[in-house]
């Protein structure tokens, strides 16, 4: 039982590269070279349903109106929380 608690009591230590070579060799992933990658990540971007013009330009309105909403929301908060702090703590400036 003494054993366990030593183990359990040592920190853990880091694999090295070729302990998670093999590693990942043994559960079945495959290395590939560079240029393999890059011809996987071409054809996963032909998949892609990319959005319209019409849709793009929505898209972005939509992104543009959101943050300018926030902007105000926060611009009103500090606003408010700056007046009343100068009024509890009778700050002029």
Request: glycine share 4%; with cysteine.
């Amino acid at each position: 039982m003494e054993e366990k608690d030593k183990k359990a009591a040592e920190p853990k230590k880091r694999a090295s590269l070729s302990e998670r070579s093999r590693a990942a060799q043994a559960s079945g992933k495959k290395r590939t070279s560079l240029k393999e990658y890059f011809k996987g990540v071409r054809l996963e971007m032909k998949k892609v349903v990319w959005p319209t013009r019409k849709e793009l330009l929505s898209y972005t309105g939509v992104v543009i109106v959101t943050c300018a909403i926030f902007a105000v929301v926060f611009w009103a908060f500090d606003t408010g929380f700056l007046a009343l702090l100068k009024a509890a703590l009778n700050i002029t400036f």
